[in-house]
């Protein structure tokens, strides 16, 4: 918990306790983020009609392979990462970057908790005003993402500013066409 207020709050601080934690400490908690995500994404985008056993069976069943498919997804992204850190000389381990971009998603995790609970409270807000504030508070979390990411990439690799740029373009190109389709749907 010290360690998810500390990227939060204190980037650095909060790196420099992710660097001292045991490997299999890091990959645990990270593999645990990943399924934290996937539940709040399934959590915010199913609708609660199921009236009988099976349809509650079938949403369960959904809701475990959401979470497998999201840690593998970040596996991958993360194997992606390092690949390209490793032409770019960077000094990182794989589980540096696995448990860096997993706690990139902590910013994520918060924004979608907040827009989920937004969401829900439609009656509160006016719908355009939900629907800008959902979409501002989208745009903050993924800053505060890729600014850990960058963070990250500098310390972990002993990279310049351009290497860490180059290193993370994958996942910006994918961030940015997330909230472009997140601004037009």
């Known amino acids: 918990m010290k360690s998810i207020i500390l990227i939060l709050f204190s980037t650095k601080k909060g790196l420099e306790l992710l660097d001292n934690e045991f490997e299999d400490n890091l990959n645990r908690k990270s593999n645990i983020i990943f399924g934290v995500y996937a539940i709040i994404t399934f959590l915010f985008s199913f609708d609660l009609t199921a009236e009988t056993k099976i349809e509650f069976i ?5 809701l475990i392979l ?6 593998l ?14 032409r770019l000389n960077g000094k990182a381990t794989y589980i540096e970057i696995f448990s860096l971009l997993a706690y990139s998603f902590i ?12 969401k829900n409270t ?4 006016h719908e355009y005003n939900n629907s800008y504030l959902r979409n501002s508070l989208l745009c903050i979390s993924w800053l505060l ?7 990250g990439f500098i310390k972990f690799n002993k ?4 290497n860490a740029v180059i290193n993370i373009a994958p996942l910006l190109i994918l961030q940015i066409g997330t909230l472009i389709s997140n601004f037009y749907l």
């Open 107 to 118: 910013p994520i995790i918060i924004g979608l908790t907040c827009i989920g609970v937004l």
């Open 122 to 125: 439609e009656s509160f807000i």
């Open 159 to 162: 990279y310049s500013i351009l």
């Open 73 to 86: 997804v970040g596996t991958f992204f993360s194997y992606l990462l390092f690949k390209i850190g490793e």
């Open 58 to 62: 079938f949403l369960i069943l959904q």
């Open 66 to 71: 959401t979470i497998g498919f999201s840690i």
């Open 145 to 151: 993402s890729i600014d850990i990411l960058f963070q």
